[in-house]
């Protein structure tokens, strides 16, 4: 089984460089294209560059799920707009996302899943969510088919799925459409800095000159970043995802518990994974960075499995090159697509254990499988900034998992904070400055 977006067909946008912009964004993930097209939609020229391809990397590798459950508090009035925005492109865009209003279920098998959920509830209750606690009865009402005896459940009848696959590359065109230049297969190299703020970047086809850079590199961000100087404690951590074959309703939504995550697929299939379990290589990044992770690991040391070597050319693989110049090759450009294969047993594990859940269900069988690398901060929340020491350089990065649904969100956001326009939310949690500047390490939910 294997991730079924290949590098089989031509490139979809594969445009001649342009000589400049007023904005060049570093990666088209849903982050990028997103930033760009708000931007083009002010009349600026924006440009996408891309190593590989369009969404090729975790913006078409998630479960599809458009969240406002379980949010970091400074997170949900972004995601709240994000998906107001969702709504608008279904009716915008030439193409079918996937896009559906299907609420989302986390399930609670003890009474401290309960307590967890009921504290999120009362936390976030001055923003406005329709979040709602069920009990036993009402948990059962809305899984009937379900083998477990679940205690009650968080529900947000207003959370959405899309179709992450075709989702991002159906958003690029329509950013096409608006005026944004995407050019696939060109990695960005490095910044070009003039009397100390940027003034362009050179790609491996040459230099664009830009006032503004966007880094929105997901996995692959803190290493570029730590080249210019910018240091991000940022780990890439691998996530299992599994597409099942065609089967019978359960829900028509998603959920999540005990470990085991669900969602109805467009294909009448479902996405699967493993819920709250990744797959951790040790890198001299990630003990560079020990300590500042120390409290997250500690939180649930069992939900991952570590790995002392990364495959070559990961993005902190031991032997990884970390300083390159305009004219040399860059890791970029070694590895246009990771594409680091799913932890097959917890792939087997996950269609077992949605099968038992399900019994009605009868074999259900995997017809694809994969892994994608997850950004992931020590706090469990992103980096949305400026880089001060750099002007002309602003960061999107570090979503943890969580930059599918939220992406159309930040897209606004950075397209605002680059031309230095009201950006109508407090980003003060995102600051780049809180790894460094003493703040109390705070950590976003983890529900």
Same mark, same amino acid.
């Given at each position: 089984?294997?991730?079924?977006?290949?590098?089989?067909?031509?490139?979809?946008h594969?445009?001649?460089?342009?000589d400049q912009?007023?904005?060049?964004?570093?990666?088209?993930?849903?982050i990028?294209?997103m930033?760009?097209y708000?931007l083009?939609?002010?009349?600026?020229?924006?440009?996408?560059?891309?190593?590989?391809?369009?969404?090729?990397?975790?913006?078409?590798?998630?479960?599809?799920?458009?969240?406002?459950m379980?949010?970091?508090?400074?997170?949900?009035?972004?995601?709240?707009e994000?998906?107001?925005?969702w709504?608008?492109?279904a009716?915008e865009?030439?193409g079918?996302?996937?896009l559906?209003?299907?609420g989302?279920?986390?399930?609670?098998?003890s009474?401290?899943?309960?307590?967890?959920?009921e504290?999120?509830?009362?936390d976030?209750?001055h923003?406005?969510?329709?979040? %709602?606690?069920?009990? #036993? !009865?009402?948990?059962? =009402?809305?899984? $009937?088919?379900?083998? /477990?005896?679940?205690? @009650?459940a968080?529900?947000?009848p207003s959370?959405?799925?899309?179709?992450?696959w075709?989702?991002?590359?159906?958003?690029?065109?329509?950013?096409?459409?608006?005026?944004?230049?995407?050019?696939?297969?060109?990695a960005?190299r490095?910044?070009?800095?003039?009397?100390?703020?940027?003034?362009?970047?050179?790609?491996?086809?040459?230099?664009i000159?830009?006032?503004?850079?966007?880094?929105a590199?997901g996995?692959?961000?803190?290493?570029?970043?730590?080249r210019?100087?910018?240091?991000?404690p %940022?780990?890439?951590? #691998? !996530?299992?995802?599994? =597409?099942?074959? $065609?089967?019978?309703t /359960?829900?028509d939504? @998603?959920?999540?518990?005990?470990?085991?995550?669900?969602?109805?697929?467009?294909d009448?299939?479902?996405?699967?994974?493993p819920?709250?379990?990744?797959?951790?290589w040790?890198g001299?990044d990630a003990?560079?960075?020990?300590?500042k992770?120390r409290?997250?690991l500690?939180?649930?040391?069992f939900?991952r499995?570590?790995?002392?070597?990364?495959?070559?050319?990961?993005?902190d693989?031991?032997?990884?090159?970390?300083h390159?110049?305009?004219?040399?090759e860059?890791?970029?450009?070694?590895m246009r697509?990771?594409?680091?294969?799913?932890?097959?047993?917890?792939a087997?594990?996950v269609?077992?254990?949605?099968?038992?859940?399900?019994?009605?269900l009868?074999?259900?069988?995997?017809?694809a499988?994969?892994?994608?690398?997850?950004?992931?901060?020590?706090?469990?929340?992103?980096?949305?900034?400026?880089?001060?020491?750099?002007?002309?350089?602003?960061?999107?990065?570090?979503?943890?998992g969580h930059?599918?649904?939220?992406?159309?969100?930040?897209?606004?956001v950075?397209?605002?904070?680059v031309?230095g326009?009201?950006?109508?939310?407090?980003?003060?949690?995102?600051?780049?400055?809180r790894?460094?500047?003493?703040?109390?390490?705070?950590l976003g939910?983890t529900?």
């Amino acid at each position: 089984m294997a991730f079924p977006l290949g590098m089989q067909n031509p490139p979809e946008h594969d445009g001649p460089l342009p000589d400049q912009a007023d904005v060049v964004i570093i990666g088209a993930g849903i982050i990028g294209v997103m930033t760009a097209y708000f931007l083009a939609r002010k009349g600026l020229r924006a440009v996408v560059l891309e190593k590989g391809r369009v969404a090729a990397e975790q913006s078409s590798r998630n479960w599809g799920w458009i969240r406002q459950m379980g949010r970091d508090a400074d997170e949900l009035p972004i995601m709240k707009e994000a998906c107001r925005i969702w709504a608008d492109l279904a009716d915008e865009v030439d193409g079918d996302l996937g896009l559906k209003t299907c609420g989302l279920t986390y399930l609670a098998k003890s009474e401290a899943d309960l307590a967890r959920y009921e504290s999120w509830i009362a936390d976030v209750s001055h923003i406005g969510v329709d979040s %709602q606690m069920l009990s #036993r !009865a009402e948990t059962r =009402a809305l899984l $009937p088919d379900s083998s /477990v005896d679940w205690a @009650g459940a968080m529900h947000t009848p207003s959370d959405m799925r899309a179709e992450p696959w075709v989702a991002v590359p159906i958003i690029a065109r329509a950013a096409k459409k608006h005026g944004v230049e995407i050019i696939e297969g060109c990695a960005a190299r490095v910044l070009d800095i003039t009397g100390g703020r940027v003034s362009g970047i050179w790609t491996e086809r040459g230099l664009i000159r830009a006032p503004e850079i966007v880094v929105a590199g997901g996995a692959w961000s803190s290493l570029f970043l730590r080249r210019h100087g910018v240091d991000i404690p %940022q780990l890439s951590v #691998r !996530a299992t995802v599994v =597409a099942t074959e $065609p089967v019978e309703t /359960v829900t028509d939504g @998603g959920a999540g518990g005990d470990g085991l995550a669900f969602r109805r697929r467009q294909d009448g299939g479902y996405t699967l994974a493993p819920g709250g379990f990744h797959d951790i290589w040790i890198g001299p990044d990630a003990l560079r960075h020990a300590l500042k992770f120390r409290k997250q690991l500690m939180l649930d040391p069992f939900g991952r499995r570590y790995h002392s070597v990364a495959p070559k050319g990961y993005p902190d693989a031991w032997g990884q090159s970390r300083h390159w110049d305009k004219d040399d090759e860059t890791p970029f450009e070694r590895m246009r697509v990771l594409d680091p294969g799913p932890n097959e047993k917890k792939a087997r594990e996950v269609v077992q254990g949605f099968g038992a859940m399900f019994p009605k269900l009868g074999s259900v069988r995997a017809k694809a499988a994969w892994g994608g690398m997850i950004d992931v901060t020590p706090d469990i929340v992103p980096v949305v900034d400026r880089a001060g020491q750099i002007p002309g350089l602003s960061i999107c990065t570090g979503m943890c998992g969580h930059g599918f649904g939220i992406g159309p969100g930040f897209g606004r956001v950075m397209a605002d904070l680059v031309v230095g326009e009201d950006i109508g939310h407090d980003l003060s949690r995102f600051r780049l400055a809180r790894f460094s500047d003493g703040t109390k390490m705070e950590l976003g939910p983890t529900i």
